[in-house]
């Protein structure tokens, strides 16, 4: 916030937020709200400046006010502006002064107010400004008798609109009671060309109007949209990760900013195949990857391979009876599993195996014979299995750690 007075106060919506030092004064802000409307720069012996704040910045953007205070005395009146409903846009001789409720200082003499909203008539009167003074209105302004409604949505989103040269919010926004006839609409943001149309706005009806934007190309600079589907997926730029599909306000797109030339883009989401490409791509202007990723269901079960020395033992997989070895457990949930095997004439034996998913673990026992040749049916267990050797196979799905190539 810049101002011509040294040390004036500043608040915004009546809440202190500091002085103007070295002619200018930075207040932040929370990105993506609008909680303040209004600010108030005030100093002694000046008159009072109040003014419509714009829309709340983005994160990283900085938006420049300018307040001009008046010496206070008969010089000059100030007129006070209130409207029901309150924020429509007041004029002054054809000049834009914000929007009520609004107080703004002027010279003695006649002028031209002016004062208008969306679906409302415009109300016009002349007011005589007399120095000292402070002269106000109140207006209660009339509904049009036909009036529509405008949705209009940008890409990228959380663009400013303009509807007749007065700011209505980002998108997407809904502006409700607007005018039967034809709107100028305008829609700006930090590095895009400004998009305009003319649209006719019926009575009684919802007119859609999409801002498809350009981007301001740099010669030096070549942009890669890149879209997945599903959205939420990694994009790596030359084995970097660059950032998510979802980024670019539309649903799984990414815009990337690098140097012209050859670059590898990958795309990854957990549980989908991973997408490779590699490209050259020219600067000043934008390249649109799209993909489809391919859906992968990953294994939640594994196996194990039970064999024993000597072999025809009795196996049983948390207590459950499986089978003679040597065998194959299928379809074992993956974790840690208890492992039994019995066989006539030799100790029981058990033991635990961890099973992983879309793994084959190899389990092998050498038995024990028991004391006095005895079935191993009600002996004493083993210590344990002899030789566990676990044989990892090939695991079907999983995350790994990306290597560039």
Request: hydrophobic share 30%; charged share 15%; with cysteine.
């Amino acid at each position: 916030m810049s101002c011509n007075v040294e040390s004036a106060e500043v608040t915004f919506d009546n809440t202190y937020m500091g002085r103007i030092q070295g002619g200018s004064l930075t207040v932040p802000v929370t990105a993506g709200t609008d909680s303040y409307k209004q600010f108030t720069v005030s100093k002694s012996g000046y008159n009072t400046y109040r003014y419509s704040l714009p829309a709340s910045p983005k994160a990283g953007e900085t938006v420049s006010v300018y307040a001009t205070l008046q010496p206070a005395g008969p010089t000059g009146g100030q007129l006070t502006v209130s409207t029901s409903p309150s924020g429509a846009s007041v004029y002054i001789d054809k000049t834009y002064k914000g929007t009520t409720p609004l107080t703004f200082s002027l010279s003695p003499g006649t002028y031209g107010l002016k004062i208008t909203m969306s679906g409302y008539e415009d109300h016009s009167e002349n007011v005589i400004i007399t120095a000292g003074q402070t002269i106000s209105r109140s207006v209660t302004l009339q509904k049009h008798d036909n009036y529509g409604t405008l949705v209009i949505t940008s890409e990228p989103d959380n663009a400013y609109v303009y509807i007749d040269g007065s700011g209505v919010g980002r998108t997407a926004v809904t502006v409700k009671n607007i005018a039967v006839g034809n709107h100028q609409i305008r829609v700006t943001a930090n590095g895009f060309t400004d998009w305009t149309t003319t649209k006719y706005v019926p009575a009684n009806g919802v007119t859609t109007v999409h801002a498809g934007m350009q981007r301001k190309e740099n010669p030096n600079i070549a942009h890669i949209r890149v879209i997945s589907h599903p959205g939420n997926a990694e994009v790596y730029l030359d084995g970097t990760l660059a950032g998510y599909t979802n980024d670019d306000g539309v649903p799984g797109a990414l815009t990337l900013a690098t140097t012209p030339g050859n670059h590898k883009i990958s795309i990854e989401k957990v549980g989908y195949r991973d997408y490779d490409t590699t490209r050259y791509f020219n600067g000043g202007t934008t390249s649109t990857i799209e993909e489809a990723l391919t859906h992968i269901i990953a294994p939640l079960t594994g196996s194990v391979e039970v064999t024993s020395t000597p072999s025809g033992a009795n196996v049983y997989l948390d207590d459950s009876y499986k089978g003679i070895t040597p065998v194959t457990l299928n379809d074992v949930p993956a974790g840690n599993h208890k492992i039994t095997l019995m066989l006539d004439g030799y100790s029981k034996s058990e033991g635990t195996t961890e099973v992983e998913a879309g793994k084959t673990s190899s389990v092998s026992v050498s038995l024990s014979p028991s004391q006095g040749g005895q079935s191993g049916k009600g002996q004493q267990a083993s210590p344990g299995f002899g030789i566990i050797t676990v044989l990892a196979g090939i695991c079907l799905v999983g995350r790994y750690i990306r290597k560039n190539e």
